[in-house]
């Protein structure tokens, strides 16, 4: 793909990693500010990349080193047909973080991309200095919500019945830029930043060969019980600073969290922004870029407690 050179500056310094045998794609942005603060690692959601992250890298990469990687299967990076789990992202992550980076980080991910941040903090406490959320679905959800019987019995029919007439479904309609498009339409409240060329990134790497394969090993790890914890068993056990950024009007997962697990976790700083989808890092890009900025700069002053002015920030 070939991209403006607006889009080639926000996203300078694209190199290629080889992981594991297989070629991976990051960027990084290099910070202006000669003082040493915490640095950043950008995580993309489900069928996301590096491109996703073209309206917030640059802006939050001003006084930080920020990186941002496309996981294995997604964006620029090989696309072998594995067993895809959180696990294999996590070790990725961090293989990534003691290559590049290996001092405590900032994790910001949005959707799956959130919720991959979260187990790796768990996971590796010691990568990860806070986490800021920029949307974040409950994955477990969607397989908890059905007894456990159920589960073992819908699971097996679900993946030699339903799921592949699906996967195979979605893989055709995610090659067509127009349906890409009108998808935005229905995520997003302001679609307008949902350029071409945002479009493109979702599109441009399922023209590759070896899509189909991954996209199915990927598209059915999702589906199972085991993908991913609990929200409300998971956060209690992460004590690092987390920003919670949900767009109010998010079609895809609701911010109807249980305000309970808030309660239990005074260390969530949780904001509402209006007149947003589940892109809103794309859709009030100014506002998310000031909300973490401002937390970041608070946190790195004072990483025992957030102000009560970045709670009202947004």
């Known amino acids: 793909m070939i991209y403006s050179p607006n889009l080639q500056q926000k996203l300078a310094n694209r190199r290629s990693w080889n992981w594991r045998g297989w070629n991976t794609c990051y960027a990084v942005v290099e910070a202006s500010s000669e003082e040493p603060q915490t640095p950043l690692l950008f995580l993309h959601g489900f069928g996301g990349s590096i491109e996703h992250w073209q309206y917030n890298i640059t802006a939050l990469g001003k006084n930080r080193q920020a990186y941002a990687l496309d996981l294995l299967g997604f964006g620029e990076s090989e696309k072998p047909p594995e067993n895809y789990t959180m696990t294999l992202w996590i070790e ?3 293989d990534f973080w003691q290559r590049f980076i290996d001092r405590p980080v900032v994790l910001v991910g949005n959707s799956m991309g959130s919720a991959l941040s979260l ?9 990860v200095r806070g986490i800021a959320l920029v949307g974040l679905p ?24 339903l799921l592949p007439l699906v996967q195979q479904t ?15 339409k ?12 945002l479009a493109l990134s979702i599109t441009k790497p399922t023209q590759t060969p070896e899509f189909e394969k991954a996209w ?17 068993e998971l956060l209690p056990k992460i004590e690092m600073p987390i920003l919670w950024l949900e767009g109010e009007q998010d079609s895809v997962f609701p911010p109807n969290i249980d305000d309970r697990i808030f309660r239990a976790c005074p260390n969530i700083t949780r904001i509402l922004l209006a007149n947003a989808g589940h892109y809103l890092h794309y859709e009030r890009s100014r506002e998310v870029n000031r ?3 401002n937390w970041l700069e608070s946190w790195d002053k004072n990483s025992s407690s957030l102000s009560e002015s970045v709670l009202k920030a947004a």
């Open 92 to 94: 990725q992550v961090y």
């Open 119 to 127: 187990v790796a903090a768990q996971t590796h406490p010691s990568m």
């Open 138 to 161: 409950d994955l477990a959800l969607l397989n908890w919500a059905r007894p456990q019987w159920m589960q073992s019995v819908t699971s097996t029919m679900e993946e030699q019945l």
């Open 170 to 184: 979605l893989a055709v309609l995610l090659r067509q830029p127009s349906v890409v498009r009108q998808w935005a």
């Open 186 to 197: 229905y995520l997003c409240v302001n679609w307008a930043p949902f350029t071409e060329e």
């Open 216 to 232: 199915s090993s990927i598209f059915l790890a999702m589906t199972r019980p085991n993908f991913m914890p609990k929200l409300e």
């Open 291 to 293: 909300t973490i900025e």
